[in-house]
C-alpha cells in the first residue's frame, strides 16, 4: 500500500431503505459484513412480490424508494438500534415516535407513510424486515453484494459539480463511507484491488452504476438534477462510487486515512 493524503470524511448508516442518513461516529465492520443496521428495514410496496419475514432478495422496484418516490426525503428519521425507537421529523418538528419491535409501532410507521406517499390507508406501505437480510439495491446479485459497503470520492462529487456548474450535494450518493484527498475518479481503477482504510482492508469490487434516486435533492425533496443522464454526458458512463467488500475488519472513524496500492 501507498501513502496517501486520502482519510475518511464522514461515515452513514441509513436503517430504513430510502430514508434518512444518520452519521456516525465510529463503526466496527466485521469480516465479510456490511455497516451494522444498514438497510436493515424497508417499506415494501403492497402490490408487490415482498410478504412479512420474506427473506428471499427482491429487486429494489419492489420498495419504496428515492428513485420512484422523491417525498421520502421530505421527512427526517432517527432510528435508536438499542430502544428500536425510530423518530420521525418534518421540518423541524417531531411527528411521530414509534417501537419498531412493537407491532403496533411499526403498524404506527406504515400509517404515517402512507400519508407521506399519498397512498390510501388500504394500500399502505407493508414493514419489510427479515433477520439477517439488508435491503440494498445489489443484495439480488449475491449474499456478498448485500453486504458490500459503499464508497464515495469527494472529489470525483466536486468535479462533477464543476463540470455542470452546479452544486451536487453527496448525499445524493447514500453511501456508507465518503473519503477525501483522493484524485477525482481515481475509484474507478481500484475495482479489483485491495485498499486500506483505517485498520480495515477493503476489496474494491464494482461502481456504483447510478439510478433516479440521485436526482432527488436530499435538503428540498425536489427532483432537480438528472444525475444519471449529466453523468453519462460528461464521462461517457453511469458510475459514481464504488462497492467493496471487507476483507479484514476493524473500526473505522472519521479521520482514518485511506491507503491505496502503489500504481494507483
Not at 200 to 215: F, M
Request: aromatic share 6%; net charge positive.
Amino acid at each position: 500500500m501507498s501513502q496517501s493524503p486520502g482519510y475518511v470524511e464522514n461515515l452513514f448508516v441509513y436503517p430504513i431503505k430510502g430514508l434518512s442518513p444518520q452519521p456516525l461516529r465510529e463503526v466496527t465492520l466485521r469480516t465479510g459484513q456490511g455497516f451494522p443496521g444498514d438497510r436493515e428495514f424497508a417499506l415494501a410496496r403492497p402490490e408487490g412480490r415482498y410478504r412479512p419475514g420474506m427473506a428471499e432478495p427482491l429487486p429494489k422496484t419492489e420498495f419504496f424508494m428515492l428513485a420512484k418516490d422523491a417525498s421520502l426525503a421530505g421527512v427526517t428519521t432517527s432510528f435508536d438500534p438499542s430502544s428500536g425507537l425510530l423518530r420521525v421529523g418534518r421540518q423541524g418538528r417531531e411527528v411521530l415516535s414509534a417501537d419498531l419491535r412493537s407491532e403496533a409501532g411499526r403498524a404506527e410507521v406504515t400509517r404515517f407513510f402512507a400519508g407521506v406517499l399519498d397512498r390510501a390507508p388500504q394500500r399502505a406501505p407493508v414493514f419489510a424486515h427479515a433477520e439477517g437480510r439488508r435491503f440494498t439495491d445489489v443484495s439480488v446479485r449475491s449474499e456478498a453484494m448485500m453486504n458490500a459497503v459503499s464508497i464515495i470520492n469527494l472529489a470525483s462529487v466536486r468535479d462533477l459539480r464543476d463540470r455542470i456548474g452546479q452544486p451536487v450535494h453527496p448525499l445524493r450518493f447514500r453511501a456508507n463511507i465518503y473519503v477525501e484527498g483522493l484524485p477525482p475518479w481515481v475509484e474507478r481503477d481500484l475495482v479489483g484491488e485491495e485498499i486500506r482504510i483505517g485498520e480495515l482492508t477493503l476489496r474494491v469490487v464494482v461502481g456504483i452504476k447510478r439510478c433516479a434516486a440521485t436526482a432527488v435533492d436530499p435538503d428540498t425533496a425536489r427532483r432537480d438534477l438528472n444525475v444519471p443522464k449529466l453523468l453519462t454526458r460528461e464521462y461517457g458512463h453511469l458510475e459514481c462510487g464504488v462497492y467493496a467488500e471487507v476483507v479484514s475488519g476493524g473500526t473505522l472513524r472519521p479521520k482514518d486515512g485511506v491507503l491505496l496500492p502503489p500504481t494507483s
